[in-house]
């Protein structure tokens, strides 16, 4: 792609160092310096190019080219400049055009769709609070859904046991999770704890071999049907990424449990995010959990909550097909 050639031109060192200042790590870790100077330099090249013609886009995506030879018949790299008025029709087709482009194949509603382009149009920060969760950990951000698997061997290289030392309670001792996740459990709990609500985990790590098993009982006992709205194919599971918490109990009438209620109001404060909330089966592919928890960190938490009214299946979409279209 002519995008790659334009990279070879950016000085990237001078581009990336507010982030070398913010986030330790890229200091001392060269492969991750480039994944964040690619990262950074693609998103640049991408606004630079939208920012430069918007009104060629415009018309690119209505004549019914391809997003990708729209993208790479203005590979030209020039300051950014301002946001044309609102009245403006080349604005107009752009936000028109960048519906079509991105979230059409994110799946995303015209609502929010809406949201998301403006705030890539008249808000600095959006484009740097996308970076910043571009930059977190795969696991974070990676979307796994019915259309979406894992690899049936990945498995989180580290997992730690949970234990009922800390903040919370567990129903079991075989419980798994990323270093990351059990800490962000810890801490979350350990404010719910002090507000007096004891957070209980009943499932967490599942490998995609207990994964078989489980959908394998599921569908014999309740039939397919009912368990493909509650029960994930191997490779499928968001539990196989080693963030995900089922709180206890695991039925519907933990969403009337304080627990729950504190967990609705608090937990995209710590990174946690309800997978499949009330009323977005026909979106999540999923009946109501209210039990079930995934951890996406905290910068990605904040963006779904600013940007995408609260619901993860959106955001990940959208990344999803960011993700896409800029490699
Ligand atoms: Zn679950």
Redesign the pocket.
């Known amino acids: 792609m002519d995008i790659y050639n334009d990279l070879a031109d950016l000085n990237l060192p001078f581009l990336l160092s507010p982030f070398y200042d913010t986030i330790p790590i890229m200091k001392t870790v060269p492969a991750v310096k480039i994944a964040a100077a690619v990262s950074a330099a693609l998103l640049i090249v991408f606004l630079a190019v939208f920012f430069s013609n918007p009104g060629k886009n415009a018309s690119g995506g209505a004549s019914g080219e391809s997003p990708a030879t729209a993208q790479t018949s203005v590979p030209s790299i020039t300051a950014p400049r301002a946001a044309p008025q609102s009245a403006d029709p080349d604005r107009e087709a752009f936000v028109e055009d960048f519906w079509r482009w991105i979230f059409s194949e994110a799946a995303i509603p015209d609502r929010i769709a809406g949201t998301v382009a403006a705030s890539m149009l008249e808000n600095p920060s959006f484009m740097m609070e996308l970076l910043f969760v571009l930059q977190s950990g795969y696991y974070t951000h990676v979307l796994v859904d019915k259309q979406h698997a894992l690899p049936l061997d990945y498995s989180p290289d580290d997992l730690v046991s949970l234990t009922a030392a800390g903040s919370f309670r567990i129903t079991r001792n075989d419980l798994q999770l990323r270093a990351s996740a059990a800490s962000a459990l810890e801490e979350m709990a350990a404010v719910a704890a002090a507000d007096g609500v004891i957070l209980t985990a009943a ?1 967490a790590y599942r490998s995609a071999a207990r994964q078989t098993e489980i959908f394998a009982w599921q569908v014999q006992t309740f039939g397919r049907e009912a368990a493909e709205r509650q029960s994930a194919r191997p490779g499928h ?3 196989q990424l080693g963030t ?3 709180f206890y109990p ?1 039925e519907d009438s933990f969403a009337e449990t304080p627990q729950s209620r504190w967990l609705v109001r608090n937990a995209s404060r710590f990174g946690w995010s309800l ?2 909330p009330d009323g977005y089966e026909h979106i999540t592919g999923y009946r109501f ?1 209210p ?2 928890y995934r951890y996406i960190g905290r910068d990605l938490a904040a963006f779904i909550d600013t940007y995408f009214e609260g619901i993860q299946q959106f955001a990940l979409q959208f990344i999803q097909a960011w993700q896409e279209h800029s490699s």
């Open positions: 499932s599971s968001q539990h995900v918490v089922d695991i997978s499949f959990e039990w079930h």
